[in-house]
């Protein structure tokens, strides 16, 4: 799957009046896209942001809907699906597309909105950069688990701060 292909199903959600952006790494290499609506609700990302939303959806397209209804959107760093890549090629693949990210975040116009920046290696890789580039990126050094392996609870303590901050 390509590029286009996430876009798409992306694109669909988009916010009329976007509040939030949480940037993530990638789309995972299992296919388990969080805007793919023919997926599960228990999907790791998905099931752990609905919690956090403190909603329940029927199925995945009604929580994609009360997602976007509440000015939220979910933009990758990478459109190449990564997380089965080594470490620092991760990192490389993520930095070497960082303008292509700025351009996505400028065609939505996430200049206007607020950032929230999840899984350990995005925070360190982009914080910084992102609010050199101008964006409000309101993480302010707080490091968002991605919400699996054990790491569920605390990322919604983390989100839960961040949330209460704005």
């Known amino acids: 799957m390509d590029k286009e292909y996430y876009l798409k199903l992306r694109n669909k959600y988009l916010p009329e009046i976007l509040r939030i952006i949480f940037i993530l790494e990638s789309p995972p290499a299992s296919g388990k896209y969080f805007y793919d609506e023919t997926g599960s609700t228990t999907e790791p990302l998905y099931n752990e942001i609905m919690k ?23 933009v990758d760093s990478t459109y190449k699906p990564i997380n089965k890549m080594k470490y620092k090629e991760r990192e490389s693949t993520i930095l070497s597309d960082f303008n292509n990210l700025i351009d996505d975040l400028e065609s939505i116009n996430g200049i206007e909105s607020q950032l929230i920046l999840i899984k350990a290696n995005i925070c360190r ?10 964006f409000r990126v309101l993480n302010e050094e707080i490091v968002v688990p991605f919400p699996s392996s054990g790491q569920q609870k605390r990322f919604h303590i983390e989100i839960s701060k961040i949330l209460e901050l704005r």
Do not use: V
């Open 52 to 74: 956090a939303l403190h909603y329940k959806p029927i199925d995945k397209k009604d929580g994609l809907e009360h997602f976007k209804n509440q000015g939220f959107f979910l």
């Open 125 to 134: 890789l982009l914080e910084e950069k992102l609010k050199l580039k101008g």
